[in-house]
């Protein structure tokens, strides 16, 4: 059973910073792309950015590029995401999944976790 949890979600001002964690456990498959994806209320569930196994292939969205940074530690099985000059766009629950490839389509993910709250205060 893998199971995915994610912490560090918060209330912060407009141009803060924050950084999230994913953590990783059960059995898993080699090589598993490890992704973040937000939700606002009322919106669809919209892909933030995907890592691969190695690092060496990040995918970011548009709107999070050049303000966001992910990371993962292998070893650890944990995964990271480092936000700053965050706005109230960034607001919503944040979720880590897992899956084979990086995909912008969340139905291609095997694993979530149950989310955790951001919101930006302007």
């Known amino acids: 059973q893998v199971h995915l949890a994610e912490s560090g979600g918060r209330l912060v001002s407009a141009g803060g910073s924050l950084t999230l964690s994913c953590a990783v456990s059960?059995?898993?498959?080699?090589?598993?792309?490890v992704a973040w994806f937000r939700q606002a209320p009322g919106k669809e569930r919209e892909f933030v950015v995907a890592?691969?196994?190695?690092?060496?292939?990040?995918d970011y969205s548009e709107s999070v590029k050049d303000r966001f940074h992910i990371s993962r530690d292998n070893a650890e099985k944990m995964a990271s995401l480092q936000m700053k000059n965050l706005n109230s766009e960034d607001s919503g629950i944040y979720y880590c999944?897992?899956?084979?490839?990086?995909?912008?389509?969340?139905?291609?993910?095997?694993?979530w976790g149950q989310g955790t709250q951001v919101t930006v205060s302007s």
């Open positions: 059960g059995y898993i498959y080699n090589n598993y792309v």
């Open positions: 890592i691969d196994w190695s690092g060496d292939r990040i």
């Open positions: 999944a897992v899956g084979r490839y990086a995909y912008v389509d969340a139905k291609k993910y095997d694993y």
